[in-house]
């Protein structure tokens, strides 16, 4: 069982189309990254959210943690080629010695020009 | 600014064989952990070092097994080989002071067990 579910699992849009993807759990989380993976690539870091009911914008980007900390969602503005990846939320779970992330199994985002 | 280091970038062994993959956490960083990535899925966590000592493990067997030197650069180690141990090897390091940022990831090493 997947603690935490991506969806959609393949997303495929033109370029300046919106589009929201989503990490759900039923754990509550003390913490929620996002990454962007690019193939032969190891993951990068695009945002930590840890209040629930948190919102942050990156550009383009905005992230938001549910308020009960168990899922979260990317909403991407005007998609560009350059946005095409993997996209992957992780969490840490809390409790004192906690240090794993645990990851969604991701989103392959398309943006066809 | 050198971000963390994996190697070998790629490699190829038979089943039954043991291997060694090594990291160099970014500078700064003194936690080292190591994920595998099979094709299509998400990270999973194996370990994570810190202070020369495993300091939490994933649900990984035994055979892999890693350690910490003293200049925080990490090796991982998996005996036995098998064919499901074919994935991209991930080494991320952090430290206390940017826990809260996340972790910087490596480009791994491509295991491919034949």
């Known amino acids: 069982t997947q603690l935490l579910e991506q969806s959609p699992q393949f997303l495929s849009i033109q370029e300046g189309e919106n589009l929201t993807v989503y990490c759900n759990s039923s754990?509550?989380?003390?913490?929620l990254q996002w990454y962007r993976q690019e193939p032969g690539e190891g993951p990068v870091l695009l945002v930590t959210?840890?209040?629930?009911?948190e919102v942050k914008k990156l550009k383009r980007l905005t992230f938001q943690f549910g308020d009960a900390r168990k899922d979260s969602s990317l909403h991407i503005t005007a998609a560009q080629p350059g946005d095409t990846g993997l996209y992957l939320c992780?969490?840490?779970?809390?409790?004192?010695?906690?240090?794993?992330?645990?990851f969604g199994k991701g989103t392959k985002l398309s943006v066809i020009p | 600014d050198a971000g963390v280091t994996q190697s070998p970038t790629h490699l190829i062994k038979t089943r039954g064989q043991q291997v060694t993959l090594r990291c160099s956490p970014k500078?700064?960083?003194?936690?080292v952990s190591w994920y595998q990535q099979a094709l299509g899925q998400g990270p999973q966590f194996i370990f994570q070092y810190y202070e020369e000592e495993e300091r939490q493990r994933g649900n990984f067997p035994d055979r892999f097994s890693g350690h910490q030197f003293p200049n925080y650069s990490s090796e991982l180690n998996v005996n036995a080989l098998l064919l499901g141990d074919s994935a991209l090897y991930l080494c991320a390091s952090s430290s206390p002071q940017s826990y809260g940022d996340g972790y910087t990831f490596g480009s791994g090493t491509r295991l491919t067990v034949v």
């Open positions: 500078s700064g960083h003194d936690t």
């Open positions: 992780a969490g840490i779970l809390p409790g004192a010695g906690s240090y794993q992330l645990t």
């Open positions: 754990s509550v989380f003390s913490s």
């Open positions: 959210v840890v209040t629930g009911g």
